[in-house]
């Protein structure tokens, strides 16, 4: 089944840096576009970044030029490289397809805090 184990999560300083990793199982991950979403306290899920199966990238407005998205197709791995962090970005973070709803299951996401 379709699984995704996300890891790389912490508490970090405003101004440092993490980098999220999330391993894929399950299916052909080569083929699907990816995403990366968070979900702060009271709040819904949102799309933080995208990349396609050739490697191009998006970005929502709120982590443009501080996130970093890639993703190693032999490894079935999808990273999030996250600098320049602000309190704003404190959430539980996960892997999917880019595609909303392609797999209806969620891994158990990795908490991010940004915190003084």
């Known amino acids: 089944q379709v699984q995704f184990v996300e890891s790389g999560g912490g508490l970090v300083q405003p101004g440092g840096s993490l980098r999220l990793s999330c391993a894929a199982s399950?299916?052909?991950?080569?083929?699907?576009?990816m995403g990366w979403y968070r979900q702060a306290p009271g709040k819904q899920r949102e799309l933080v970044a995208t990349i396609t199966r050739g490697g191009n990238t998006n970005y929502a407005d709120f982590v443009k030029g501080r996130f970093t998205i890639s993703r190693d197709n032999a490894k079935n791995t999808v990273y999030l490289q996250m600098d320049s962090l602000k309190p704003e970005d404190t959430a539980v973070y996960y892997c999917n397809s880019a595609i909303a709803r392609t797999f209806p299951s969620w891994g158990q996401g990795t908490q991010v805090t940004v915190s003084s």
């Open positions: 399950g299916f052909i991950f080569s083929i699907y576009a």
